[in-house]
T-cell receptor, first 113, second 113 residues
Framework: ETGVTQSPTHLIKTRGQQVTLRCSSQSGHNTVSWYQQALGQGPQFIFQYYREEENGRGNFPPRFSGLQFPNYSSELNVNALELDDSALYLC????????????FGEGSWLTVV | QKEVEQNSGPLSVPEGAIASLNCTYSDRGSQSFFWYRQYSGKSPELIMSIYSNGDKEDGRFTAQLNKASQYVSLLIRDSQPSDSATYLCAVNMWDQAGTALIFGKGTTLSVSS
């Protein structure tokens, strides 16, 4: 049990649509990040949020955006979905003071058709 | 651009043997190193972290770090069929603490009974 929960577990969207994925992390985990994991690949860092502001982004276009809320929940929004966006989306957080140690939620499987 | 390289495998070992998983990284300044285990269809699970040169043992798992050679490995002693999974190596993306990690593509381990 990592204390990181995600929803929904699975969803199917049509190309061009928008999707919102949700994550809830533990109290005290004030940094949250999102990763994309395509089939057969390792997770790729999308961005991280600290105290409700984005403070780091990987190599992902602006149509990937996020929000972090005071209650340790966060969202990943993806606009103008493309077929290549089909992947497992992982939310991760870690205890303050643990360096770079992070724990993942169960993930949201997104299929774009 | 920082990179993490792993042999994709599959690595096949008999039950009871030692499994050795290897990882190299490109940035000599990397400070934090992690091994995650990922069962098929599940999210990655943190099994080991290591920050200093040398060995770190936790039960049947031993992580080994050699910063001069930019090499980190994971040994699994007395391998069990339940260890069959993909093992992901990860390093910190930035110098400051946070949740941004760079992952390798993973090595698939198969333990036969």
């Amino acid at each position: 049990e990592t204390g990181v929960t995600q929803s929904p577990t699975h969803l199917i969207k049509t190309r061009g649509q928008q999707v919102t994925l949700r994550c809830s992390s533990q109290s005290g985990h004030n940094t949250v990040s999102w990763y994309q994991q395509a089939l057969g690949q390792g997770p790729q860092f999308i961005f991280q949020y600290y105290r409700e502001e984005e403070n780091g982004r990987g190599n992902f276009p602006p149509r990937f955006s996020g929000l972090q809320f005071p209650n340790y929940s966060s969202e990943l929004n993806v606009n103008a979905l493309e077929l290549d966006d089909s992947a497992l989306y992982l939310c991760a957080s870690g205890p303050q003071g643990s360096g770079n140690t992070i724990y993942f939620g169960e993930g949201s499987w997104l299929t774009v058709v | 651009q920082k990179e993490v390289e792993q042999n994709s495998g599959p690595l096949s070992v008999p039950e009871g043997a030692i499994a050795s998983l290897n990882c190299t990284y490109s940035d000599r300044g990397s400070q934090s190193f992690f091994w995650y285990r990922q069962y098929s269809g599940k999210s990655p699970e943190l099994i080991m972290s290591i920050y200093s040169n040398g060995d770190k043992e936790d039960g049947r798992f031993t992580a080994q770090l050699n910063k001069a050679s930019q090499y980190v490995s994971l040994l699994i002693r007395d391998s069990q069929p339940s260890d069959s999974a993909t093992y992901l190596c990860a390093v910190n993306m930035w110098d400051q603490a946070g949740t941004a990690l760079i992952f390798g593509k993973g090595t698939t381990l198969s333990v036969s009974s």
